[in-house]
């Protein structure tokens, strides 16, 4: 047997281990790959403190990401994810005066309305959801321009800020508290996703909606609460993002709005619907979270990190059309 003949049937080996691993699992080890690189680029990389902080930025991205992932698993996209984030951050901040928690579901709230306005427009007028999400986030910015005073929304509460920046003893390390309340709620909404009728039904939405009507599924009513659901991550995310970094902007959701759709398109979901998870997005926010890290480290401005984001949606965006043609 020639050497040739033997390497093959290891490489179709291979090749059926890779393809059986769940698409989740390849941003982790992408992940793992470029904080190596990292390490290599600038040693202090490689350390706890380190892998922490990177985490800790990722967590949030996933957070600002997980609506995101909602709305795509049911073929949709929320591209009112920014404005959606400093709307509820801000109200959140001008709302602490009458109780933290009281503040916390204002914010919310303002995030459900924003869902329930592109969820009607989307499944009941059959508007697109590009379209209907970017109306929605000029509208938006419109809203914080007119309605918030920003040199008065300085006070953020302090257990808010325990929440989120401050740090957990586990094992004689400090980890970030934002990192197992991040992951709690992941692993909460993808049980969600994966174990009610309403998630199965999101994903069947998602890859053959007229299948999903003729079987009688209520695919208004679901989509309808699925843009609700988005609306409401992504207030949290707004109230996350104002608490750790403990300052707001009138930008201060715009750098989410790409990193969303790249997190989750990274994370393994198909930018078409039907398929995605969030513990595949919390891969992909890392992905995205190291790069962020790499970027200084090369000497490259922000607007290269942004440029690489969106180079990354459209190899995604054209490799999941490619293997659409083929089917």
Known sequence: MSARSAVLPRRAAWLEVTRRLPAATWPFAVFGALFLLGGVLRPSLLSLDGLWSTAAFAMILAIASAGQTIAIVQGGIDLSIANTITVAALTFLSS??????VALLLALAAGAAVGLLNGLAIAELEISPIVMTIATNGLLFGIVLLAF?????TDTPQIARDL???KIAVL??????????????????QLVLSRTGWGRALYLIGSASEM????????????L????????LGALAGVVIASYFAQTSVTMGDTYLLGSVAAVVVGGASIFGGSGTLIGTLGGALVLGQIATLVPVLNLGVNVQQLIYGAIILAVVALYGRRRADV
């Open 164 to 166: 989120t920046s401050g």
């Open 212 to 223: 999903a009507a003729l079987a009688g599924l209520p695919v208004r009513r679901i989509r």
């Open 172 to 189: 004689g390390t400090e980890i970030p508290a934002i990192l197992p309340l991040g992951l709690a709620l992941l692993v909460g909404l």
């Open 149 to 153: 005073d920003f040199s008065q929304l």
């Open 96 to 101: 602490t005066q009458h109780g933290t928690l």
């Open 225 to 232: 609460l699925g843009y609700v659901l988005s609306g409401v």
